[in-house]
């Protein structure tokens, strides 16, 4: 499965755009946003993508449940804390904002997922700890680099993508 990553857009509607149209020319199946999506237009956006995509809400996501109802609208899969992605090999990916660096770290310790997603520090992120890949697509706010993330869970490739 092509897996795209992205997290911090914070209302940023242009760059998202610019993302999901690289992520779709490498033929992503799912997208998971890593928070601070930053409003209803990039969750409108999300939803029109074509793909499924889970949207993590973020410290910066500051009227949570309006981005929830508008994701409920879209079919967007919004989760308030923690999205668990089942794979379809009987693996599961986790993603969150990252705020919270004890949750991070039970995600990351805890042995349930072969990947963990993450956002917030606005930087890009790809480490082994343990049998688990720690994943930070960058961020797509506010940086003279912005990027995004593809993972293919079948050969465990990442490639960081500047949008």
């Known amino acids: 499965m092509r897996i795209g990553i992205l997290s911090d857009t914070h209302g940023r509607v242009d760059r998202l755009r610019a993302a999901l149209q690289a992520l779709a020319a490498r033929g992503v199946e799912l997208i998971v946003h890593c928070g601070d999506v930053g409003g209803e237009g990039c969750v ?21 449940a309006r981005l929830a109802d508008a994701a409920a609208r879209c079919g967007v899969l919004f989760h308030w804390e923690v999205a668990q992605v089942p794979l379809g090999d009987g693996r599961l990916l986790a993603a969150v904002h990252g705020d919270d660096q004890r949750l991070l770290g039970e995600l990351i310790r805890g042995g349930q997922f072969a990947y963990v997603c993450h956002g917030h520090t606005h930087r890009r992120r790809d480490e082994r700890i343990g049998p688990v890949r720690v994943i930070n697509g960058g961020a797509l706010h506010n940086t003279s680099a912005p990027s995004v993330a593809v993972l293919d869970t079948a050969s465990d490739e990442l490639e960081f993508i500047e949008a």
């Open 44 to 64: 409108r956006l999300l939803g029109g993508c074509g793909v499924p995509v889970h949207v993590v809400a973020g410290n910066m996501d500051k009227d949570v």
